[in-house]
């Protein structure tokens, strides 16, 4: 027996002081209606109607269920209307992931505008330089930089990136500029050690791209403090555009082997396909891909780690 289903028919055999009608109702045959009460009776152990050919009324154990019952599917049908508001309320955590200095492509900016928007919505957010894999560690959304191999995951395109070589007028004033990237051998090369790839820098040249090992003047886990010790006079640092742009336009930097510059790579948003069943997780995704800020369309961005 569909208990709640008897209870409503019970409810509404009462409403209309009919079993034929209460059946016309539920579109069922009169017979079944009958069943549906009998069944509730034998459940509840009680008689819960009198009834003769011409009227029926309730028994006392009648009137106290149909109290009950009616106090039941009020609860039941305010559950439904609110389960249907939670289903389609941005509210919960969201937990994203993406590269250590990433929090550089705006995203910051953006994630505050999406959390004033939404204030239900709490974020947990790992910066980190390795492979997190999102179904086994509970993650919603992943930024990942470069190109993604085949997977069940859902990929977005978000922008692209490029990466730079720069060095200060001065250093370069004192230590030449070098012609090729293999020349940086004999440099001071400032390195961020948060790269999984610790001290081979990459360059493209005829179609193809390499990677050359530098010697490391000075290892550091953050990219803008390679940076400022780039303009700083004390080497040559393959960085993000955008963590050195200031000093790019201040002429404290100066960018240097352009002809062997990596192909701009893509930044995506990558997630497993169940996540769009959350709306938070599918009001984020669309709210990063309309927030993107002009600048960050063709950026020079991050370097690329395995997704």
């Known amino acids: 027996m569909d208990l709640v ?4 028919t019970f ?3 009462v409403a209309h002081q009919s079993f034929s009608a209460a059946a016309r109702e539920q579109g069922l045959v009169t017979s079944a209606v009958s069943r549906q ?3 509730l009776e034998s459940h509840y152990g009680c008689q819960l109607l009198t009834r003769s050919t011409r009227t029926m009324s309730l028994t006392a154990e009648g009137e106290y269920f149909l109290a009950e019952f009616k106090a039941i599917l009020a609860r039941l049908d305010q559950l439904e209307l609110g389960a249907g508001d939670r289903r389609n309320k941005v509210s919960g955590l969201i937990r994203i992931t993406s590269p250590l200095h990433s929090a550089q492509l705006s995203l910051q900016p953006s994630l505050s505008r999406f959390m004033a928007k939404y204030p239900e919505v709490s974020l947990s957010w790992l910066l980190a330089n390795r492979s997190v894999n999102l179904l086994e ?3 919603d959304l992943a930024i990942r930089v470069g190109e993604l ?3 069940s995951l859902v990929a977005r395109r978000f922008t692209t990136v490029s990466v730079v070589f720069v060095a200060s007028p001065d250093y370069l004033a004192r230590h030449g500029t070098p012609d090729h990237p293999r020349a940086l051998v004999h440099h001071r090369c400032l390195v961020d050690n948060s790269n999984p790839q610790l001290a081979r820098w990459r360059y493209q040249e005829g179609g193809r791209e390499h990677q050359i090992r530098v010697p490391a003047t000075v290892e550091v886990n953050k990219g803008d403090l390679a940076g400022q010790f780039a ?3 004390h080497g040559i640092a393959q960085l993000p555009q955008f963590m050195v742009q200031q000093y790019l336009a201040e002429g404290r930097l100066v960018p240097i082997l352009q002809a062997y510059a990596l192909t701009p790579q893509p930044v995506s948003l990558v997630y497993p396909a169940n996540r769009t069943n959350s709306v938070a997780v599918q009001a984020l995704i669309e ?3 309309a927030d993107r800020p002009a600048n960050l369309v063709n950026p020079s961005t991050i370097p690329s780690i395995t997704p």
């Open 137 to 139: 560690e509970g993650v």
């Open 149 to 151: 191999p085949d997977s």
């Open 5 to 8: 289903k008897a209870i409503r």
């Open 287 to 289: 709210h990063l891909m």
């Open 11 to 13: 409810v509404n055999v």
């Open 231 to 233: 303009a700083d006079g």
């Open 37 to 39: 009460v009998a069944e």
